[in-house]
């Protein structure tokens, strides 16, 4: 179809509907596409902020991995030296189970060794009860025969050593152990097993001889007794645990004291008692509490009435049951006898209600009760040797000030009389309380207990008094003290009066005093103090105990005043020994002739010199 042309003389001003409605159109689809274009610019601005903080994200996640990485480093190598750490330390357990598996084995040798010891001792006591018993019917057969000819022979044990497998591992330890357990064992062990020196036996003091025999009484010792030390002024029977040991002391002694007879009643062993006793039969059950024995004491007429002391011993050793009965029999059968009031004092029974171990102890507390003023006066040692509270607290209560308590030379050397002394106002005085320390006390805990409840301050004074008293204890603890030395008067102190165990412990806290002890001790002055106390010791003993235990204290200066002072004493045996043991190269022999030849020794004596002097000079030359 043909369409006609255009007229295009038609008026341009008027819109054409045909061209008007797709330029609308266009024109809204250009708003839409810039809206639509805006829009998506909006989003890649968005998109692109989003990426920008991706982006930081990324880096800051990569700084942490690279940190991360470091320290997985660090931690790998942590974890390699802790691997090997492990590894060493596997490798010391594994060195220790064997250490332990080897001392196992060595713990099993010595139980071995230690069962055959126990065997052996069984043994011998079997053997000694064997003995006993056979003693004991010997005995009976032979009752009708006197009191002396009864007693059994005496039973003869050899001391307890070491045998053949304990000496053999003795043996295989080092010097420096044996010596320390030498030093560690006690005074019984060393004596059994000779390993103390003859003059140290000798100079052992009495406190020592004391808990020799209390040993050997406690573990029922089958050596031999007349082998120890003598005999001690004190009592040791409540340490009896056999009836063996009873008898063995029996026919040691030959004499039956109180305290003895009472420690057999206690444990009803009064038919080992083949003899009358030395003390009285009625004081040793008053003691022990045998009633029944008391009871027949009366019946049968052997006792006619009881004496003070058996009522005062029956309230010592804590029985009130037999105070009681003491009491009321004697009250019934002698109305006149007058019983003090302080016995019957329900407050002394309660001081007494704890008995002692002792029965000696039991006898001084029944003599504190019954003892007047001057009694205490006269016996006054007896009391302070002990040393006793409960007898100490008896005496306050009985006389109060009537005794002049803070004039008395108590010995305190326990926690419990230091108490005893404080509470009843006797430590005022502070030196004094000091010394008597220094002097007495058992162990470094008494000093330590003085200074800190009663402000007592221990000065250099106070190490001589523990010296001259051989108190080993005080000694060692003092000179551990700021302030306190050795000093010259210390080491005369020691020296004089040859206090065994304090030489010791100076000589161990500085080994440099051992020639200024030797050199104080081998004077006569040392010589006469030991004859003093009564002890028979010769100088040669002196200088061997001297040079066999501190040998570095004979010096070349030393030697020239001990060949002195042998020389004024004329002691040949001494002279002898120095030149012969401890004289050395340092030392020119010509000051020995010469000091010979200006001596005042007899001619005969100094010829003697002069050929041990050739003697020693030729050893000497021919050692070169």
């Known amino acids: 179809m043909l369409h006609p042309p255009p007229d295009n003389k038609r008026d341009k001003t008027l819109p054409d509907p045909m061209v ?4 609308q159109a266009l ?34 996640q990569t700084d942490a991995n690279t940190a991360l990485l470091g320290d997985t480093g660090a931690l790998r190598s942590m974890l390699a030296d802790l691997e090997a750490e492990a590894q060493a330390q596997r490798e010391a357990i594994a060195r220790m189970q064997v250490a332990v598996e080897s001392h196992d084995a060595a713990g099993a ?31 009976a057969s032979v009752a009708a025969e006197p009191p002396a000819a009864a007693a059994c022979a005496a039973i003869v044990m050899p001391p307890m050593r070491l045998n053949a497998d304990a000496a053999s591992l003795w043996d295989r330890l080092p010097n420096r152990v044996q010596s320390k357990i030498i030093d560690l064992a006690g005074d019984l062990t060393k004596i059994a097993n000779g390993l103390m020196n003859p003059f140290e036996t000798k100079m052992i003091e009495n406190y020592r001889h004391m808990a020799i025999w209390i040993e050997a009484m406690e573990c029922d010792w089958q050596g031999d007794l007349r082998s120890l030390p003598r005999m001690p002024a004190g009592f040791f029977e409540h340490a009896i645990r056999t009836r063996s040991m009873l008898v063995r002391l029996l026919e040691l ?56 002391y058996s009522i005062a011993s029956a309230l010592a050793g804590g029985n009130l049951e037999m105070f009681s009965w003491l009491v009321k029999n004697t009250r019934r059968k002698f109305p006149d006898f007058e019983i003090p009031a302080h016995l019957l004092d329900p407050s002394m029974h309660e001081l007494l209600s704890d008995p002692p171990r002792s029965f000696g102890v039991i006898s001084l507390r029944a003599k504190a009760l019954i003892c007047s003023a001057s009694d205490f006066t006269k016996d006054a040692l007896i009391y302070y040797c002990v040393a006793d509270p409960v007898v100490l607290e008896i005496l306050f209560r009985r006389f109060g000030s009537t005794i002049d308590f803070p004039t008395l030379n108590i010995e305190l050397h326990n926690v419990q009389i230091l108490e005893w002394a404080q509470s009843r106002g006797l430590t005022r005085d502070k030196d004094k309380v000091a010394v008597s320390i220094a002097q007495h006390s058992e162990t470094a805990k008494v000093a330590q207990w003085a200074c800190k409840h009663l402000g007592v301050v221990f000065e250099q004074e106070h190490l001589a008094f523990s010296c001259g008293n051989n108190n080993s204890a005080m000694t060692k603890w003092l000179l551990r003290q700021p302030g306190i030395i050795i000093d010259f008067q210390v080491i005369y102190k020691a020296a004089d009066c040859f206090s065994l165990d304090c030489i010791d412990a100076l000589i161990a806290h500085d080994p440099s005093v051992a020639s200024k002890i030797v050199n104080a001790a081998i004077s006569k002055s040392a010589i006469e103090m030991i004859k003093r106390r009564g002890v028979r010791v010769t100088p040669q003993e002196l200088f061997e105990w001297l040079h066999a235990r501190h040998p570095s204290g004979f010096t070349p200066i030393v030697l020239p005043s001990a060949i002195g002072f042998a020389l004024q004493e004329e002691m040949h045996e001494v002279v002898a020994f120095l030149l012969k043991n401890v004289t050395t190269v340092d030392w020119d022999l010509v000051e020995a002739r010469q000091m010979v030849e200006e001596s005042n020794a007899s001619r005969k004596f100094k010829k003697k010199l002069r050929l041990l002097i050739d003697k020693c000079a030729a050893r000497r030359a021919s050692s070169l």
Do not use: C
């Open 20 to 23: 008007a409605a797709p330029a």
């Open 109 to 139: 040798e010595l139980q071995a060794r230690v069962t055959s010891i126990e065997a052996q001792l069984h043994a011998l006591r079997d053997s000694l009860a064997s003995v006993s018993l056979a003693a004991q019917s010997d005995t």
């Open 253 to 308: 002694f030959h004499v039956i004291g109180t305290h003895l007879y009472a420690a057999a009643l206690s444990s009803h062993w009064e038919d080992a008692i083949t003899t009358d006793p030395l003390g009285r039969l009625e004081y040793a059950a008053a003691m022990s509490g045998r009633i029944d024995i008391l009871r027949n004491l009366i019946e049968t007429g052997k006792v006619a009435r009881f004496d003070l």
């Open 27 to 60: 024109h809204a689809l250009v708003l839409s596409l810039s809206h639509g274009l805006e829009s998506l610019r909006r989003q890649l601005h968005e998109q692109h902020a989003a990426g920008e903080a991706l982006r930081a994200d990324l880096a800051a």
